[in-house]
């Protein structure tokens, strides 16, 4: 649900966006970091906010990462 933030704060098309490992942080709401894959080799880590359900928001994207490979840990920032 925010590829489409993702293109247009990164200025990028994305043929290939597939989710690889993700980390949850519960908060006043839920902080998602996701490493997505977004060419054969090149990557890029997310942080997507996700508000309380009775808030009836869908998630958005709170920030990112680019130039990260398979094999760079999937931090909090």
Do not use: W
Not at 34 to 49: E, T
Not at 50 to 70: C, D, V
Request: glycine share 6%.
């Amino acid at each position: 649900q925010v590829k489409p933030q993702f293109e247009k704060q990164a200025n990028m098309n994305c043929v290939v966006f597939t989710a690889i490992e993700y980390k949850i942080q519960v908060v006043a709401g839920t902080i998602s970091f996701i490493k997505v894959q977004v060419s054969d080799d090149q990557y890029v880590h997310l942080k997507v906010f996700q508000s309380l359900p009775y808030e009836n928001q869908g998630p958005s994207l709170a920030g990112f990462q680019t130039g990260k490979t398979r094999y760079d840990p999937l931090d909090y920032f």
